[in-house]
């Protein structure tokens, strides 16, 4: 079982911001949700595995070869859909098809046709009179209309309604009953995520805070809560400790080893959810 | 192939469907040689991870309730009866010692406990 995408330590600088020691393995026939906050560098990651712009230092390996060298074959094989799909607004979907099918070796326009048709998408609609969830759709059916093996999406779920997201959840499941297929896809709506990732990948300020198997980190990882005046008991095996006026909150990693050193007879221990785990990570403490 | 999961079960979501899918085959609604579900395509069904499918898939394994043969898939194993009625024992008992632990938090005496346990009995048998 090879890796889909391998990204290596990764560094790209701007003037105000800092991409640093990006690691990133996703292995071939799973998904891996991309999750931090706004600004968090999750776009300007995916563009670095789009070779949109240039890394300063580091490797990205797509299909196990390097996504700068091959480019070409690669993003032949690569479905990517960017958060605000760019589209001529005057054309028809139908023409949109055509257009982009020609930059495609492999692209199949009965694949396409189906596609829309499952999306309840007319080729003879105009393209700035589509809804936004239907932009959507229509991207992703370009994206899956030339045979991919790796889907790439941009928060493709941001901005759409529930009946939509879970449209889009049950099209990714579908793409990977392919064992050879995997989808990289980031969002900072981490319900859609902790469905149906394998693989959750946090940044935080450019730099990666885990890059885990999803289970082990709902499984093991719990959010406990107390009274504030106790802290001090607790505080130093918490992480992302958030303090309110009356109570604490706080990740624990091992939740066993945790028991045997504390007594939690007065603390509040829940399964934690992606969201607890975005809100204390990646937050400063007040 | 329905299998009950809740987000409200504190349960972890594979321990959910194992023990879903162990239960249809101690109650025989899947029997031996019945095919099961891909673990893509179960994921894909209960809208999970495939890890979360496949790590359920393995438990059953280890119990030796399925077999899975490369290429073909998972199918339910042929256990014998005996040790499925002792399994199915050794889960009253788990659910007997539950109870009984729960009555004991309660200050519940182990003479009313007899008692109440007679008169249910009585009722449901």
Known sequence: MGNILEVINLNKRFNSFALSDINITLPKG????????????????????????????????????????YEIPIKNKIGYVHEQPIFYDDLTVGWTGNFAGKFYSDWDDERFNELLEKFCIKKSQIVKQLSKGTKMKTALALALSHKPELLILDEPTSGLDPVIRDELLDILMEFIQNEEHGVFFSS??????????????????????????????????????????????YKDDLMGIKISRTGFSGIVEDIESFKSRHDVSSLVIDKTTLDDILIHLTKKEN | MFIPISNNDPRPLY??????????ILTGELAPGDALPSIRQLAQDLKTSVITTKRAYFELEQQKLIVTRPGKGSFVADYDADKIASMQRAEIEQQMRKTITEAKKNGVLKKELEEMFRKILEEEY
Request: proline share 0%.
């Open chain 1, 30 to 69: 799973y998904i891996m949700g991309f999750i931090g906050a706004n600004g968090a560098g999750k776009t300007t990651t995916i563009k670095l595995i789009m070779n949109m712009i240039r890394r300063d230092s580091g490797k990205i390996n797509i299909f196990g070869k390097d996504n700068i060298k």
């Open chain 1, 188 to 233: 900072h709506i981490t319900s859609d995520i902790e469905k149906i990732a394998d693989y959750i990948t946090l940044i935080n300020e450019g730099r990666i805070i885990f890059s885990e198997e999803k289970d082990k980190i709902l499984n093991s990882w719990k959010l406990v809560k107390g009274d504030v005046r106790k802290i001090e008991e």
């Open chain 2, 15 to 24: 321990e959910q469907i194992f023990e879903g899918i162990k239960n249809k």
